[in-house]
């Protein structure tokens, strides 16, 4: 994995020293579309986003070590803490909530910890609201394009976590409610309101005007969000270990329909077909309405399920399946049903690239 570098980041930012990169940074927060493209070249170097984006960099160049101690938690320790910190699906309040956030390394972790135990069919940005307060003025940028480059919703308190004497608090939203895109930047009014929801107890600098977000768009999803509270009698090591595969009790038919292929009846385009007969384990997809073969078994997935995710999704995870289950030349309905349909993120972004209707 190529990671970024100083030299990267100037030559994206077509900079040549610290202090131009630093109001780089701070001068696309309000510009939606050259802060897109920052991002989209960050990731062309470097996609890895369970990994903070600018700690090292900033710590390299930008800390403050000795006035103001910045020196940031570890990337091991935030692994540990969100983890320890997990909780089910019917907490309320905070999804995570660091009060001395530096860059994001600790939001970061437990981001990817809620995310790990989510399916691409109960995932959706707008379940998880995170929060994080930083007094320093030099890290407020790094903090909040690591949360806007990965597609979170959170709060930003700049400010004194202490005395409550704050600067501005910002809105990072994922608007589209879409996990593979960007969010959205937003500064809350100074209003009594506001103050009095983050308790607030002087404002200390003139209000930033700046609102991106316009109408959100909510992602339904068909099944319940899928984090569990961390089991405490299990080996915490062990459980981190595990956790890209704890969805492997997912399987196709908890997310479509499957029969064999029924004689003269029309499939709607979207339809999923695998062969069954005298097979090598064959998928396509229907692009047009139209019968099927006996020979085939035809998948179509419930309703909100985008029929081409699920295509590309079989076509990477159906084979090693087969090779396991099958016997002889053909394929039982058996084999279809149980086809593992868990996917890891970093599959789930391959598939979506494969995926020609997004």
Known sequence: MTRLGQQDLYKIAEVKQHSEFEKFLRDVLYEPIRRKKFYQDLLEIDNDVYVDTFKSYFEDYSAERKSNMQDYTPDQVSRILATLTRDGTETKGWSGYDPTAGTGSLLIQKWKDDLFQESPFSYAPHNYLYKG????????????HNMAIRGMNCIVIH????TRRTKQIYFVQNSEDNFLGFSDINVMPHSEQIAKEFDVQEWVEEPIKYVESGIVKFNPTMLPMQRKELDRNTDTKEQSRQLPSL??????TDIAGVERAKTKKQYPAGTIVIQMSATRGQIGLLKSNGEVGAQYACVQPLPFIDSGFVFNMLKA????????????LNLTMEDILTIPVAVTFSERQSIYEQTSLF
């Open 133 to 144: 307060e930083e007094f320093a003025d030099n890290v407020i940028p790094y903090l909040l």
């Open 159 to 162: 400010g004194d976590t202490l």
């Open 247 to 252: 969805k492997d009790g997912l399987r196709l």
């Open 317 to 328: 995870k159906a084979p090693r399946h087969f090779k396991r289950m099958q016997q002889g």
